[in-house]
């Protein structure tokens, strides 16, 4: 076709530049050891998690099956984004168009994966306070492989659908991505053809992973505080509580972060506080989340005591 002629005459974008954080070495290497030292605890702290969950059978509930899932889907996030940070911070800027695809593909997926599952823990956490006695029949061994298996099954054609979107643009002049990694609002602003399917494509997804989902969170924990106001003893109320507080420090963090890059883009100074509220949900949360997960939780470090004997 003689678009394509056009396009193939213009120099094609074999690799973009991904601008790290800081041009000052020093402040780059002191980066370095911060980011390297968060994913370590992230990879740790999540491994652990998933290892202690399989291990004791008294942490084979619901509750727990949905953190193994969110402590791999933190595994995968971090491990998508932060090998290649930590390069860019001492070595070379560049990134393949071929891994830069690859990279956003991964952290569409992982990204959207974490946020369904979001819906899937506030759903379990309702039926757990709200109503207790149904708790085994309403979620059953099926519901939770069928809930767990939704979420990654939906999150994989999303991110494929975006990603095949992506590799459909042309990439002929600017290459430098503002950012340090490759996600979907900053690559759109270097294409050169039309980038309307994908924005449309965007809205849908923000509505469904954002809007809708976020809906159903809320309405679940609107069920549940209600509930848990319900309860007469003030040992009662702190026990519901505390299974969910958790929870809902996790699902704020995270909310507030990506809405403020999906639905915020395009200011000015948006960009360098984008790279920030990035850092938060790539490193900080999956650094955090085993963390404010387990430090409250009676049975989980039961769990890991039985695992590690000579930890007191």
């Known amino acids: 076709s003689s678009s394509q002629m056009a396009v193939s005459n213009q120099s094609i974008v074999t690799e973009f530049f991904l601008q790290g954080f800081s041009e000052t070495p020093p402040l780059q290497l002191a980066l370095f050891f911060i ?11 999540n491994a652990l998690i998933v290892l202690a969950i399989s291990i004791d059978s008294g ?46 593909y991964f952290f569409t997926w992982f ?27 309403m979620m059953s061994r099926m519901v939770c492989i069928f809930l767990a298996g ?16 992506m590799v459909q643009l042309t990439f002929c002049g600017p290459n430098k991505i503002k950012h340090f990694l490759c996600e979907i609002p900053t690559l759109l602003l270097l294409s050169c053809t039309s980038t309307y399917l994908n924005n449309m ?24 505080i209600s509930s848990i106001l319900k309860i007469r003893t003030k040992e009662g109320k702190k026990k519901a509580f505390s299974t969910c507080s958790s929870h ?23 960009m360098d506080n984008g790279k920030i509220v990035a850092v938060l949900y790539t490193t900080i949360s999956p650094t955090l989340n085993p963390l404010i997960y387990t430090l409250r939780n009676k049975d989980f470090k039961t769990a890991v005591k039985k695992m590690f004997p000579f930890i007191q």
């Not at 980011?35 to 702290?45: E, Q």
């Not at 090998?83 to 070379?92: A, G, S």
């Open 150 to 165: 939704s979420v990654w099954a939906i999150s994989v054609i999303n991110s494929s659908i975006h990603t095949g979107l």
């Open 35 to 45: 980011f390297f030292f968060l994913y370590i605890m992230a990879l740790i702290g």
């Open 248 to 270: 809902l420090i996790v699902v704020t963090i995270y909310y507030t972060t990506i809405t403020y890059t999906y639905f915020l883009p395009g200011s000015g100074s948006s």
């Open 59 to 104: 942490l084979h509930t619901p509750m727990y099956f949905f953190l193994a899932n969110l402590a791999i889907l933190d595994i995968g996030c971090t491990s998508t984004v932060l090998p290649k940070l930590l390069e860019i911070l001492v070595d070379k800027k560049s990134i393949s168009y071929d891994g830069c695809m690859t990279q956003l």
């Open 111 to 137: 990204l959207g994966a974490e946020l369904l599952l979001f819906t899937a823990m506030a759903y379990d956490r309702y039926v757990a306070i709200c109503h207790p006695l149904h708790y085994t029949t």
């Open 201 to 224: 494509m965007i809205v849908i997804a923000d509505v469904y992973f954002g809007v809708i989902n976020f809906g159903f969170t809320m309405v679940s924990y609107g069920f549940i």
